[in-house]
């Protein structure tokens, strides 16, 4: 058993590293959590992986010394930085403490940290339950969580594990909880948690004088732009799995686009119109869909033609979409919106359609609208508990999961492109699948 206690994250200090580091840290631990979420979310059966995940993990976390209390200070700081960044929004907040307790669970479990001691030391006073009592409290405590009928039995005064309480697994008397030793790992994870939700509370109270400093305003600066550029890293996407044609966003966006983009057709369907940053959401999507700009121009020209003549479209709305490629004004190459530039769009009012709709549609709302796509009772439920919770980003994985049961998928929940991407590979699949099976039968009737 390592003797060494885990970090609990309760001092920071970055005036020792070098800000390039700093950058590449913040990015790599990013990185870090971002894979943490995908694989959790992937896979049914975590705990039984654990090992495995931590050592896929520690494959992109070389700069991290985890189990050297001597090379801590760039775990901590990276730690403390994205604390900062993401403490401000509620859906931010909750994915990063979700993220950073896995993380955190993940480590206790690979470097087996004597569990006992790190909680003493955060003085919580675990006492053994002795065997006497124990006879007596049998029936009581072992309920749901009991492993092995010999299993050690400890206590602890309730006020130090409030959370386990409503869990109603575990006996309360006398102002105590007992706990069996196998759970004594959830009891650690629940304090990490609270901690950790307590610390982000706080920085997020003292945010505007923290970020009074250039040095950490400039940090959270390069981190969002190279965290937005990550999020839709280069990659070489095969030609039948593009838009080609304004006819294919017709064709395509039921099956292969995220809801956000789904919506924003429905409304330029019926209205005949779009107002501005629902045209620079979608114009960007569609540019990272592989739409060339004259099409795109035709698509929006002919979608408004209803309500806008040709020459007002010229002069109003031709302009912005060319500068959103790229070919007009300073000619900056626009990268589509990821999820959580969407996620920090204003709200939109009643005649706008931009925005995600799983964060800003009530429930009452959102609810029809995924019965309409064809979900069915179980799966909407799923993505309403974790609309409930804020949990925007699992809210789409769930939806894609639902769409395309099964399937592999990546960065959904991260960027509305990767969605549509992972969508067309499967279409693209499927489409040949069913060519080579049209082509066998084909054969076989000749054959025959
Ligand atoms: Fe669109 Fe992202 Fe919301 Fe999914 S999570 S609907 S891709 S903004």
């Known amino acids: 058993m390592n003797k060494i206690p885990p970090t609990f994250y309760e001092t920071s200090n970055i005036n020792s590293i070098k800000i390039d580091i700093l950058n ?3 990015l790599q631990r990013y990185n870090i959590l971002s894979k943490i979420f995908e694989i959790f979310e992937k896979n049914k059966n975590v705990k039984e992986n654990f090992s495995q995940i931590f050592s896929q993990i520690q494959i992109d976390a070389q700069k991290f010394s985890w189990n050297d209390p001597n090379k801590l200070e ?3 700081a990276s730690h403390f930085i994205l604390s900062l960044y993401f403490c401000r929004h509620d859906s931010d907040n909750f994915w990063f403490c979700q993220q950073e307790s896995r993380l955190f669970q993940l480590k206790v479990n690979y470097f087996k940290y004597d569990m006992f001691e790190t909680l003493k030391t955060l003085g919580i006073p675990l006492k053994e339950v002795d065997n006497n009592i124990k006879n007596n409290l049998n029936d009581k405590i072992y309920f749901n969580s009991i492993n092995n009928i010999n299993e050690k039995i400890f206590f602890v005064p309730f006020e130090h594990a409030l959370t386990l309480v409503p869990t109603k697994k575990y006996f309360l008397f006398k102002g105590d909880i007992y706990i069996p030793q196998s759970e004594i790992q959830n009891l650690l994870f629940i304090v990490f948690q609270q901690k950790l939700q307590n610390k982000l509370t706080k920085i997020q109270k003292h945010f505007d004088d923290i970020i009074q400093d250039n040095r950490i305003s400039n940090i959270l600066k390069h981190f969002e732009s190279e965290r937005e550029k990550n999020s839709i890293e280069e990659e070489t996407i095969p030609n039948d799995q593009k838009l080609h044609r304004m006819e294919d966003v017709e064709k395509y966006y039921k099956k292969s686009f995220p809801l956000c983009m789904i919506m924003i057709q429905n409304h330029i369907n019926e209205n005949s119109h779009l107002m501005h940053f629902g045209r620079l959401q979608y114009t960007l999507f569609l540019k990272g869909a592989g739409l060339p700009v004259e099409e795109t121009l035709k698509f929006f020209k002919k979608k408004f033609e209803k309500k806008t003549p040709s020459d007002k479209f010229e002069k ?13 004004g300073k000619r900056s190459d626009y990268a589509p919106y990821s999820c959580t530039k969407i996620f920090n769009m204003n709200s939109p009012n009643s005649q706008e359609c931009h925005g995600c709709p799983f964060k800003n549609y009530s429930v009452e709302k959102l609810k029809p609208i995924l019965f309409g796509l064809g979900l069915n009772e179980e799966n909407v439920l799923t993505i309403l508990n974790k609309k409930k919770n804020n949990e925007f980003p699992l809210c789409c994985i769930k939806y894609f999961e639902a769409v395309f049961p ?10 509305p492109n990767k969605y549509f991407n992972s969508a067309m590979k499967i279409l693209s699949k499927r489409n040949s699948n069913k060519i080579q099976y049209e082509n066998n039968k084909e054969v076989e009737m000749k054959q025959n």
């Open 24 to 26: 590449e840290i913040i």
């Open 316 to 328: 109003q709305y031709a302009y912005n979409i060319r500068h959103s490629y790229g070919l007009e």
């Open 406 to 415: 099964g399937e592999e998928y990546e960065k959904v929940g991260f960027h």
């Open 74 to 76: 760039l775990d901590i």
